[in-house]
């Protein structure tokens, strides 16, 4: 019943997927819809899709909060962008539950569902969605 | 089958919707309710409910935590608690779901559910309450 | 429907559930599985599990981030972790939902779930699961 969503990611950075799990969504009598990232260094947040700003302004302040390549970080040898990509992870979130209206998510007019990217490079990322 | 909570707000702080919510509970064999917030700006939390000095300590924490009107955000001209009010929703998240036991939110004895409101002013808030 | 899960924890830190959780699972067509802590100085968190170093950063970083015993806390008088358990609780949040295939928590490889007690001393958490 749940469905798979592929995700490619090119380094650390939010995606839209509002218009791509929206495209998923089959279940003709569903009210929830639920979204999970199945990795620990990707996440899921809702916010504001009026200007791009705001975005790079969230970018800003979890590079502030999380260190990166901190150097008392014990868990290291995966690159600079990992522990605190698991920082990020735990403080967003892996996971979103949607209202489901008229087989469309019911966000908000200025909210959109952002995958948020935490590591560097290229990184292929499933997720699973759930109707409910 | 969804409903609507309508909540207006009068400047930053947390509103105690628990008796709220509970008012609007309908479905005689739900398990789960979920309570969604359609802004960007105002988010759910859930924490304890029994000294209103908690409850000022948790502002006060954020407060500290997320900058006010800080002259790096790009995003502005929404006021001073707009970007501000974004990374707190993040942080805490627009949306909870609560178990419901005996038509009731199975909360725990100390546990309240919070609309939280980030901005200055009068804001209506509209929620989607959704039980299965 | 729902069960209950009685977690005793030993003072702060993680504690691995996922196999508690899968093995309370019972529902044979259960798509997802809600995990709620009763409690607002403990919370869920789900992260990466190859590791019991990454567990140690996680720890450090709510440390640093969120003070134990500030003396501008107005909320005291339940020992020094009672007041920043409360904000790590609301930082990390209650609940965590799932999907579930073929019976069992559809986790990534490297996901596990654990309850993080924030205080010290001894403690029993009760926890209630949902399957839907």
Do not use: W
């Not at 009210?31 to 969230?58: K, M, R, W, Y």
């Not at 489901?100 to 200025?110: H, P, Q, T, V």
């Amino acid at each position: 019943m749940s469905q798979t969503l592929i995700v490619s990611t090119q380094g650390r950075g939010v995606i839209d997927i509002t218009a791509q799990v929206n495209a998923q969504l089959k279940k003709a009598d569903a009210q929830l819809c639920h979204v999970f990232v199945t990795h620990t260094s990707a996440s899921l947040i809702i916010t504001g899709n009026e200007d791009p700003d705001l975005l790079l302004d969230v970018e800003d302040y979890f590079k502030k909060q999380v260190a990166d390549a901190d150097p008392n970080y014990r868990h290291k040898g995966q690159g600079d962008l990992d522990m605190s990509g698991h920082i990020r992870s735990i403080l967003t979130g892996e996971a979103k539950t949607i209202p489901i209206i008229n087989g469309k998510l019911a966000l908000g007019k200025f909210q959109g569902l952002y995958l948020y990217e935490h590591r560097s490079g290229n990184n292929t990322r499933k997720l699973i969605i759930t109707e409910l």
